[in-house]
């Protein structure tokens, strides 16, 4: 069975960093794109980055400039390196990757791994 795993997520003050670190099983094939999802509390959850397997990423707005995605392809892993982190930022942070099916897509998601900024 896939499965997609995070870690890293810490309570930490505004201004620091942390970095989140999913890895993932169950497959041969590669995942495009992996993408890290947050969601907080009452809140929509909410793409804030992606990368695909030749390396092209995309960024939320709100974390260009200090959100890092990164991908580790033979592993199919997937980090996130998040600077300036402000307490906006608390949330639950979840990894995707997809992988084809048919003409779409099956989306998986790990169980998500919990960002606290403190002000």
């Known amino acids: 069975q896939v499965q997609l795993v995070e870690s890293g997520g810490n309570l930490v003050q505004a201004g620091g960093s942390l970095t989140l670190n999913c890895t993932t099983s169950?497959?041969?094939?590669?995942?495009?794109?992996m993408a890290w999802y947050r969601q907080a509390p009452g809140k929509r959850r909410e793409l804030v980055a992606s990368?695909?397997?030749?390396?092209?990423?995309r960024y939320a707005d709100s974390v260009k400039g200090r959100f890092t995605i990164s991908r580790e392809i033979v592993k199919n892993a997937v980090f996130l390196q998040m600077n300036n982190l402000a307490p906006e930022d608390t949330a639950t942070y979840y990894c995707?990757?997809?992988?084809?099916?048919?003409?779409?897509?099956?989306?998986?998601w790990g169980r998500g791994t919990l960002v606290t900024v403190s002000s």
């Open positions: 995707k990757g997809d992988l084809p099916s048919g003409q779409s897509a099956i989306s998986y």
């Open positions: 990368a695909s397997k030749d390396g092209t990423t």
């Open positions: 169950g497959t041969a094939f590669i995942f495009n794109p």
